[in-house]
Every structure is written in structure tokens, then in C-alpha cells.
Antibody, heavy 119, light 107 residues
């Protein structure tokens, strides 16, 4: 069955960078896009964008342009999210989620990675 | 961007009760509407997609419907395991947007 296993929690200082991974198994990695979703503590879900796992082309929501980078290690069936110049407001859980039967349907989710930004 | 206005924000219901959650889209999204359930400390899980289709393994007490740009999730007989937060999401156009969530609790 589909599995998305994300890397572990991170504690960072403002201005630092972080890289989160999402390793997929149970399906052909390049057949489905990968999305990223942010959930701040006690808040709702916010779609960050997606990456075409066949071409490697990323698409970012407006609020996530500039400091956020989606990338792939396709040979390892892994999608990555890198956040640079971390700010306090980046403190959140970040989920990867695989496309479902149609574009934008989040059919399978990783367990989430808690990133805490604190001085 | 398409706004998804979800109501109520919270809901307290008894076991076996019928529960309905609604989402109003700010423009036409057709049937590109999904519902997710998130239990405390867990990742969201897909419940319903394409407005009315149940995801694999989802009990038949869950159902989805649409009237114009208003979408509804109905739980026909509330069970203990249904407690959590429910989100709607539109996949008609990017940025894909979620409703603010409905926290469902037991009375």
C-alpha cells in the first residue's frame, strides 16, 4: 500500500535552513505529483504547492515563493522541502501528500514533520 | 483565489446522531471537492472526493452532496471513532484551498 515516510522533527534558530524529506513506497513515484501542506500549531491546513515528480517542475503558492524549495531524489523515491532564512512563523507541521485520482486530490499523506523555529 | 467557507467551526453531537458539515465555495468548483478527517496528533486522511465518492475503507455512514456551490458532509450515525477535525478542500484551481475546519466532539 502507499506509504509516505517523512523525516524527524527539527529545532532551528531564526535565519537557519531546514530540509525535510518524504520517502514514498508502494507505488511508482513518478506517476503521481507530490504536494506540500503546512499546518501551524492549532491552525488549519494550507496548501504550499506541488512538484511534478516526472519532470521535477515545482509550483508554489504565492505565500511560499522565495524561501521554499521543492526538490526530488527520484532514484530514491523521495521528495524534499527546503526552507531557508527560517522565521518564527515557519513553526509548523509540514505534510507531504500524494496526488490521488485527480490533480489536487490529496490521496495519501505523510505523518508530518514538526519544525520549530526559536531563538 | 477560491475561498472555502466552512461551518460550523465546532460541533458537539451524541453517538448515533446525524451530523452535517457544510462548505460554501466562493465560485463554481464543479465537483472538485474533497473532505478530509484529521484525528488529534495525526495526519489528515481522505474521506470523500469528487463531492460524493467515498475513499477506500471509509464507512458508508459518511456521504457527500452538493447544491450549487454549497457542499455538505453527512455522518448518518455518529460513532466514537468519528471524533476529530474535518476539512473541505477544493481542487478546481490552484492554489488549492481548504476550509477552516470543523471540530467535531462528543456531547
Amino acid at each position: 500500500q502507499i506509504q509516505l515516510v517523512q523525516s524527524g522533527p527539527e529545532l532551528k534558530k531564526p535565519g537557519e535552513s531546514v530540509k525535510i524529506s518524504c520517502k514514498a513506497s508502494g507505488y511508482t513515484f513518478t506517476d503521481y505529483a507530490m504536494h506540500w501542506v503546512k499546518q501551524a500549531p492549532g491552525k488549519g491546513l494550507k496548501w504550499m504547492g506541488w512538484i511534478n515528480t516526472y519532470t521535477g517542475k515545482p509550483t508554489y503558492a504565492d505565500d511560499f515563493k522565495g524561501r521554499f524549495v521543492f526538490s526530488l531524489e527520484a532514484s530514491a523515491s523521495t521528495a524534499n522541502l527546503q526552507i531557508s532564512n527560517l522565521k518564527n512563523e515557519d513553526t509548523a507541521t509540514y505534510f507531504c501528500a500524494r496526488d490521488g485520482v485527480y490533480y489536487g486530490l490529496l490521496g495519501g499523506w505523510g505523518q508530518g514533520v514538526m519544525v520549530t523555529v526559536s531563538s | 483565489d477560491i475561498q472555502m467557507t466552512q461551518s460550523p467551526a465546532s460541533l458537539s453531537a451524541s453517538l448515533e446522531e446525524i451530523v452535517t458539515i457544510t462548505c460554501q465555495a466562493s465560485q463554481n468548483i464543479g465537483n472538485w471537492l474533497a473532505w478530509y478527517q484529521q484525528k488529534p496528533g495525526k495526519s489528515p486522511q481522505l474521506l470523500i472526493y469528487g463531492t460524493t465518492s467515498l475513499a477506500d475503507g471509509v464507512p458508508s455512514r459518511f456521504s457527500g452532496s452538493r447544491s450549487g456551490t454549497q457542499y455538505s458532509l453527512k455522518i448518518s450515525r455518529l460513532q466514537v471513532e468519528d471524533i476529530g477535525i474535518y476539512y473541505c478542500q477544493q481542487a478546481s484551481s490552484t492554489p488549492y484551498t481548504f476550509g477552516a475546519g470543523t471540530k467535531l466532539e462528543l456531547k
